[in-house]
């Protein structure tokens, strides 16, 4: 990636950067949306990527994303002209030309196709997003926790349907489209957070787009497991909190909050060499909490994830045996995350883990 430039080059370190910001899937599952970017990229040229200062502070901007099932994605997979719909709805809703878009989450497959947008729109792509990472509502946002509306917004579905949505209060947008995404077919291409590059200058997140290709290069550069701790430790924070095998893979039967998607369950690995600590991992949508000898050692908003220690890659989280040697690595959210606010909405309690989190006792 040259300086401010998105190449088709840089689309295999992208795609696995944002692997490592979304441990629950599969490599298999961004394919398609690869090789979609991969080819605008190469007939397009490269794309501008900047930051939201760098532009003029009235630009019109828009967050998009993929939302709903991956699986339903990959079973509906896009006509390619749905994200454009849905931006070219949002406009006409706002009143605002969008002069630039930005990722709502730079990771999973919502990394990718705003870069994909940006091209079939011809217009620049914001290096920044609202979430760091992916959080589980589309009001989990740094936007959100600025003051910025997230309506209204647009879903397009790949049958040619949309959806037009505003709400006064962010948190119905999720609970209202759940079933819209469903009839659509499981999966739709939203635009949302109509804004300018002034209010992104300081309700986004910075640099996140360019850090997913850092930490790609990395994991693509080595399959040594310390070299990639290390290296990613420069990159983004991450340190490791214990080495050891899977020995118990088990699925739980809890209550759970039932606006957010889940998927209870425990992993239980046993640290190797002297200190012989146990780590149970707590599992969602995602790994939500880590504690050692039943102390709380890392919690969501922390980007937690397992690095198979043998091969040197991130393990996806469906992929887990009993048995494998893994790596339990800890990346910091963006310190907004970390505010009182912000952690009743994705803290440890949000998914019904009521404990306090390490960073706030």
């Known amino acids: 990636m040259s300086d401010g430039e998105l190449t088709a080059a840089d689309v295999p370190a992208l795609t696995a950067g944002a692997m490592l910001y979304s441990p629950s899937l599969a490599p298999s599952s961004l394919a398609a949306t690869v090789a979609w970017l991969t080819d605008l990229l190469e007939r397009g040229g490269p794309l501008r990527l900047v930051a939201p200062r760098a532009?003029?502070?009235?630009?019109?901007?828009?967050?998009?994303?993929?939302?709903?099932?991956?699986?339903?994605?990959?079973?509906?997979?896009?006509?390619?002209?749905?994200?454009?719909?849905?931006?070219?709805?949002?406009?006409?809703?706002?009143?605002?030309?969008?002069?630039?878009?930005?990722?709502?989450?730079?990771?999973?497959?919502?990394?990718?196709?705003?870069?994909?947008?940006?091209?079939?729109?011809?217009?620049?792509?914001?290096?920044?997003d609202g979430m760091g990472r992916t959080f589980a509502l589309i009001h989990h946002t740094s936007m959100h926790l600025a003051g910025l509306p997230v309506t209204p917004l647009v879903v397009a579905g790949a049958t040619g349907e949309s959806i037009s949505l505003r709400v006064p209060d962010a948190w119905r947008a999720d609970a209202l489209l759940r079933a819209g995404i469903d009839a659509l077919g499981g999966w739709g291409a939203l635009a949302a957070y109509p804004s300018t590059a002034g209010e992104l200058a300081t309700a986004s997140l910075p640099g996140t787009v360019s850090r997913l290709v850092e930490a790609g290069r990395v994991l693509l550069g080595t399959r040594d497991p310390d070299a990639v701790v290390a290296r990613l430790a420069a990159v983004n924070g991450c340190r490791r909190v214990g080495r050891g095998r899977i020995v118990a893979l088990e699925h739980l039967s809890r209550p759970t909050d039932a606006t957010i998607p889940t998927h209870p369950s425990s992993v239980v690995v046993e640290q190797v060499g002297p200190d012989a600590r146990q780590l149970r991992l707590e599992l969602r949508s995602e790994v939500v909490a880590v504690f050692s000898d039943g102390s709380l050692t890392a919690a969501a908003p922390d980007l937690i994830t397992l690095l198979d220690v043998e091969r040197g890659v991130i393990a996806p989280l469906d992929s887990l045996w009993p048995g494998d040697l893994v790596d339990v690595l800890v990346i910091p959210a963006h310190p907004v995350w970390y505010s009182a606010e912000a952690l009743t909405m994705v803290g440890p309690a949000s998914h019904g883990i009521t404990l306090d989190h390490p960073r706030r006792r």
Do not use: K, M, W, Y
């Not at 009235?58 to 006509?79: K, N, R, Y």
């Not at 630039?100 to 729109?121: C, F, I, M, N, W």
């Open 55 to 128: 532009l003029p502070p009235d630009v019109g901007c828009a967050a998009v994303c993929v939302i709903g099932s991956g699986a339903a994605l990959a079973d509906l997979p896009p006509t390619g002209d749905e994200f454009v719909a849905a931006v070219r709805e949002l406009e006409r809703l706002s009143g605002r030309e969008v002069g630039a878009v930005l990722p709502l989450s730079a990771a999973t497959v919502s990394a990718l196709v705003p870069a994909a947008v940006a091209r079939q729109l011809g217009v620049p792509l914001i290096d920044a």
